[in-house]
């Protein structure tokens, strides 16, 4: 029997079936198949739109409207045209149905109509799309608010009882929904309950021009019996008015001090609504974290916590305040300060991503007392998150201090690469607890590996059962995994993904440690294409992007190197500073993102900022006019090994070559992305634009034989990659080029941030993947694999981060974690294991596995937006000179096992691993869906690669 049935159905690209409190007024559904029978493609599709009586005040009750059309889009397909818009407050159902055939069958009867049942409803509730639902105010606190220092966390506290509370007609709750955001980081309460799981919330975006707010279901949290509800929320300063910037950096970038702005409405079952929002009425104290900084850590004293300040007060009219510190600290509630309603100015959004979260915890591994007599625990990884203490005992006022760094230098606590940021916690006990205490900061967050304790009470023996690491980041899906047969290889990958765990942390950042935690332009712009692979990060990035359009249209069309932006306008890299990379970011990454869900959406919506960007670009005033203002400072090949520990810009490869390579590579996507618009007169001018660079470019930087004016592993990628050159001879010397530097080199590599990217994919199309394979399993410093033989769990900012004597680079950029040089991954999933997409979103596979190293197998799994895709291959024996029809020949043969895994509703072209003797097969292949095995025979590669010496 048939068990066909839609697999999932989502709105959009949110990350949940079911949504509340969403933006889009006609939201795309998008759906994937299970269990239906291989080589399938849909030809139509029914969606059905139930909208439901939100209001109440609709006695009609549900109304549906459904479209079918004949259509193979299963994915970012349109919200039914006869189906009305979503309203705020609106909540509707969606189902789907599907038929389908076998793409590979030559006949197209009816018969062979695979009919795809209806999916389960799954349900969207719009937000408050418009302003003027919103009744809230912003309310702060009332007392001065010194700009120059750290202050305490605020509470803000309403009491309020239900209608008709008491009475014994005593109203039915239907549904309660919390909308909800600050200026500042919040943690809401509702009768003593905490209200959802967001850490940090609601995120960082440009706070002067757009807030998010969340939207919670908190109908289980009411007390519908007694009536006496108490709404809380925990402010504190977060990134809108903490300390942020390096060299000091500065306090209050977005506004002077926290605000809350929340609006809870219930909903009875009469249709009446109820509305709690922030007004003058509030009331406001000071909490018991009498310092929350994002990166000096934070500090919270037990002794002044408000037992109860946001439990109900049962038996109490509301309004009532009783609750008081324990040891009675009363605490002084103050009438807040109402500031009237959000300005205009500030876009109010429904959240566009995935929220941050706790999202896994991790034991220590060891305790270590260094040689000054400190106790240091090791968490065995290098995280990003907090450390939790649990039920230790104490007396009042014993104090325990938490120091996190990422690795011990001369065998201490290594917080020289911090920098100015002092990443202590600080818990102050009460003292009064049976059953011991237990904390964790609620408003910072730490990159660390290794924590110092100083002051843990009594003796050391519970230490280790008494704490643990919480990882905190961005609640994304993990959409990928790689795996093959080099245990370093595969600890290389996650650490890879450790990385972009510990940086994807609301915004896309630069590192998760030190004074920065900023979400530097060039390091996504490099690592986009690999992140998208490994994490289904697009609404984020989406969300990061719309600041960055914002950020730039104020700076005439120059984004700023970091957004939001936070660095001073006196400043190097305050200043509208145009460069290469950090700028392309603007076109870079909406293309990053395109590639992967084959959204044409995030190409509209960026055109704009994007063609801004394009425009901005300083071009020389004479003489190759289509280039880069050769007179400008550029970052370049940011960080390349031979740069000096104090000037990360000093590259081996001229920076403005790098810079002129990316424009020209930035040209060609404006072109494609023009054309997917269709503004066909700007994709003809931006090819015209691309090819008068591209021989500026040759005429500038290539010599007529092919070498390059900068002789270096990087202009050699990019000028491969890029296809700079003008002819295929010159080319070829290039790519030859290429392959002696890196083999003079030991296969070490010589790439910074820009050439990382693409030097094994230049050395793959220059015919040498043999090459690539050996650079990525060079272990000498500078290399991939040297930090993994060094210990490293995530990728470092630096190639040599740590020296091979086991001492910190004396350097100011020594993070060890960073995610941009981990932009390698792409190449193991792509070319080693051999899974690529075709066709912008994956409608369209490309299988192409190159065998290479000593490896005996490689695979990688993605979920597409149509499903699970993969593409495996195992070595299953070798033999010498083949055997049956390969005898004879000059080679070892190996055998191999490939399965290739096609998601419903897309194809897949295959290539099997070259080598004459692949005839069993021959390649490519056409495939449709479902599962399929191959066995190839191949030329055993040729392994190790032998590299030439200094003479050679
Ligand atoms: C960051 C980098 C960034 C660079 C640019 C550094 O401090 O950590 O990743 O791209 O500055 O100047």
Known sequence: MCSQSIDVLRFEHYAVAHQLGTQAPRPRLSWTFADVPDNFIQHEYEVEITHHD????????????????????????????????????????????????????????????????????????????????????????????????????????????????????????????????????????????????????????????????????????????????????RVAEGWFCGRLGFNGGARCHFGERPALFAQLEITYEDGSRQTVATDDTWEVVKGPTFKAEIYDGEKYDARLEIDGWSGSLVGQPAGQTTSATQAGHQPKWEKVSA??????????????????????????????????????????????????????????????????AEVMEKDELGTRPLRKADCRDEYILRGDLAGGESWEPRFTFHGYRYVQIDGWPGNNDDLLSSIEAVVCHTDMRKTGEFSCSNAQLNRLHENVQW???????????????????????????????????????????????????????????VPPMVIP????????????????????????????????TGDAEVLREQYQSMLDWVAAIPRNKTGNTHLWDATLAQLGDWLDPSAPPENPAGAKCDAILVADAFLIHTLDVMAQAAAILSQTDDAAKF??????????????????????????????????????????????????????????????IGTGFAGTPYICEALTRAGRADVAYAMLYCDECPSWLYSVKMGATTIWERYDSMLPDGSVNPGEMTSFNHYALGSVARWMWERAAGLQAAEPGWRRLRVAPIVGGDLTCASARHETPFGPAESSWKVLGDFERGEGKDAGGAREKQRLVMTVVVPPNTTAEVVFPEGPSSREQTSPVELGSGTHEFSVVIDKPGWPVEPIGMFG
Not at 140 to 155: R, T
Not at 507 to 524: A, K, S
Not at 569 to 589: C, E, H, Q, R, Y
Not at 709 to 720: E, N, P
């Open 339 to 404: 500031k009237g309603p959000l300005p205009d100015t500030v876009a109010l959004i429904a959240e566009e991503a995935e929220p941050v979260r706790r999202i896994q915890t991790i034991q220590p591994v060891k305790h270590i007392t260094t040689p000054s007599g400190r106790t240091v625990v090791d968490f065995g990884q290098n995280l990003v998150g907090y450390t939790r203490i649990k039920n230790i005992k104490g007396l009042r006022g014993d104090k325990v201090a938490l120091s996190h």
């Open 54 to 233: 939100v209001d109440s005040s609709a006695s009609s009750g549900p109304v549906r409207h459904s479209d079918k059309v004949a259509s193979s889009q299963s994915v970012l397909v349109p919200w039914p045209s006869s189906a009305s818009d979503l309203t705020s407050r609106a909540r509707a159902s969606a189902r789907v149905r599907a038929w389908g055939r076998n793409s590979r069958s030559s006949t197209a009867s009816a018969s062979s109509t695979v009919e795809v049942p209806w999916s389960e409803p799954v349900v969207i509730e719009a937000g408050l799309l418009e302003r003027k639902e919103w009744q809230a105010q912003l309310v702060s606190s009332p007392w001065e608010y010194p700009e120059d220092s750290p202050q305490p966390e605020e509470l803000f506290r309403k009491q309020f009882a239900l209608e008709s509370a008491g009475s014994p007609d005593q109203k039915k709750i239907k549904a309660a929904r919390l909308y909800i955001t600050a200026q500042g980081v919040y943690e809401a309460e509702i009768n003593g309950k905490v209200v959802g799981d967001h850490f940090l919330a609601p995120g960082w975006t440009e706070y002067r021009r757009r807030l998010r707010y969340q939207c919670f279901d908190v109908a289980e949290l009411l007390e519908q019996q007694q009536g006496n509800n108490t709404f809380g929320v």
């Open 687 to 748: 090819q015209a634009e691309a090819a008068a660079a591209r021989a500026e470019f040759a005429y500038e930087y290539i010599t007529a034989a092919g070498r390059l004016m900068s002789d270096s592993q990087t202009g050699y990628a990019l000028a491969i990659v890029f296809d700079l050159y003008p002819t295929a001879k010159q080319r070829q010397t290039g790519c030859e080029r290429l392959v002696r530097i890196v083999r003079r080199n030991g296969f070490r």
């Open 499 to 557: 990385s972009m765990r510990g940086n994807f942390l609301s915004v896309p950042t630069d590192c998760p440690q030190r004074d920065e935690r900023l979400g530097w332009t060039g390091d996504l712009a490099m690592f986009s294409p690999t992140a998208t692979l490994l994490y289904k990060c697009t609404d984020m990035i989406r969300g990061w992007l719309r600041d960055l359009a914002v950020e730039q249209a104020r700076q005439g069309g």
């Open 565 to 596: 932006n936070v660095l001073p306008k006196n400043s190097v890299f305050g200043s509208v500073l145009p460069a290469a990379i950090w700028g392309d970011a603007a076109v870079l990454t909406p293309w990053a993102v395109y590639r992967a």
